[in-house]
């Protein structure tokens, strides 16, 4: 582990002594970032690969970073792993490598060519590889299935009768128990632009202030009252949900995965509920890219042929929670927390009032500020109770600017724009 040091400790080593160093290719991340994730990363996933420094970045500091080095004309890393939306900056600035050999290789071998045609970044030519894919589902205790309303069907779940089921489990054991993942590190933002806007919208910008949206968050206002208050602190919904603090949870399927491993036999998993527009979701594509004048690009070369082999996209699955991208069965021996949370994934594709929602695209290194002006926005409506139609049209304000700003164009579920998408 300790010669896994981080890219600044090794800078600065080279620095300090000026004498040769063993070559690694640097390989940095905006995912797999927890450190027991990481670990797995480093000593599970890129074991027999060579020499790899695994350097995990927040998505604002590797937007900088590689912008810096694209800059500069200096390049320390080799080899990127982030999201479809965090790539596709570094392509409209042609930084990146064409994979257009090895992504033949791959369809050849059972990768599926929608996912490919994704690593195109609406270009010619293959701008990174899908490593792992992943979404968000729910998680219910099974002592908590007998509160449900009478008639709800937890794979097919509306808005009102999860009200309805936290009203009844707050009743029955005098506490909320719903959780959400609002704290400081949680992702409760992707909440709000894959799931909650646009089931109640049918868009994510374009919609930000409609009439739709006002009376979606009056509904998440009535959803609140049955919410663990703690949620405003917690990160991974895994840990309130095995300590017993609620016994229904939202949460990226990688943040939900060790308490249902611990347990698979004390939990349901399936979809989010759906609002009126349909039942929004949002498919998270991860991929491997080369930047332009990597120092060690056969090195990265190695790493993407490595971790697409079938048998490291099972593992990537088995201990992370992260599903291949690779057609692969996966096996009847898989881990069973794993198993239930893939079923929810298949059944939520295969939902009929399905809603795609793609993660940001082309906010650079903005994303934190889009971010905000969701998470601004519950902190006012939600928890301070300040009027819907003010917040709204304050922060719409802020988004407008955002969008102008960044010139980003809108992307589904919201109907595309020339230009800046609109905050209609």
């Known amino acids: 582990m300790k010669r896994l040091m981080s890219f600044g400790i090794v800078a600065s080593t080279m620095l300090a002594f000026a004498s040769p160093v063993l070559a690694q290719t640097v390989f940095v991340s905006t995912q797999l970032r927890p450190i027991e994730e990481a670990t797995v990363v480093r000593e599970e996933l890129l074991q027999d690969v060579g020499d790899v420094d695994y350097v995990v970045e927040e998505p604002p500091q590797f937007a900088v970073r590689m912008e810096a080095e694209r800059q ?20 409209d600035r042609d930084s990146l490598e064409p994979l257009d ?4 290789t791959l369809a050849a ?5 929608s996912l490919l045609d994704l690593g195109k970044l609406g270009k010619s030519t293959q701008q990174y590889i899908p490593w792992m894919q992943a979404t968000y589902v729910m998680a219910a205790k099974k002592e908590a299935l007998q509160y449900l309303p009478s008639g709800a069907d937890v794979n097919t779940l509306t808005y009102d009768q999860l009200i309805e089921w936290g009203k009844k489990m707050q009743e029955a ?18 909440y709000f632009q894959g799931y909650f806007y646009p089931s109640f919208t049918g868009g994510v910008v374009r919609t930000f202030q409609s009439a739709d949206a006002a009376a979606g968050w009056e509904k998440l206002k009535a959803l609140w009252a049955y919410v663990n208050p703690n949620s405003t602190n917690y990160d991974f919904m895994q840990e309130p949900l095995a300590a017993g603090e609620v016994m229904v949870a939202w949460d990226h399927v990688a943040r939900l995965k060790n308490a249902i491993s611990a347990a698979p036999d004390d939990y349901v998993v399936f979809p989010a509920p759906a609002g009126p527009k349909g039942r929004g979701y949002m498919p998270v594509v991860a991929g491997l890219a080369i930047p332009k004048g990597a120092p060690d690009k056969d090195g990265a070369t190695k790493i993407i042929e490595h971790l697409v082999t079938p048998d490291v996209q099972l ?8 599903f291949p991208t690779l057609n692969v069965k996966l096996p ?15 059944t939520t594709q295969a939902s009929k009032d399905a809603l795609i929602s793609l993660l940001p695209v082309g906010l650079g290194d903005k994303g934190g500020e889009f971010n905000k002006v969701y998470m601004d ?3 006012r409506i939600v928890l301070q109770n300040e009027p819907i139609a003010d917040v709204l049209k304050a922060q719409g304000e802020t988004m407008a600017k955002l969008m102008t700003d960044t010139k980003a164009s809108c992307w589904a579920p919201d109907a595309k724009s020339d230009g800046p998408c609109p905050v209609e």
């Open 173 to 190: 054991t005098g506490q909320p128990q719903i959780g959400f993942p609002a704290g400081p590190k949680g992702l409760m933002a992707r």
């Open 315 to 322: 593992l990537t699955a088995s201990r992370v929670g992260f």
């Open 377 to 379: 926005s519950f902190q």
């Open 101 to 104: 050999d090895l992504a033949k």
């Open 109 to 113: 071998g059972g990768m599926p060519q």
């Open 72 to 91: 500069a004309g200096t390049r320390t890393v080799s080899l990127v792993g982030a999201l479809h939306g965090e790539l596709s900056p570094l392509a």
């Open 332 to 346: 009847e021996d898989l881990d069973p927390g794993v198993a239930l949370l893939a079923a929810a994934v298949t």
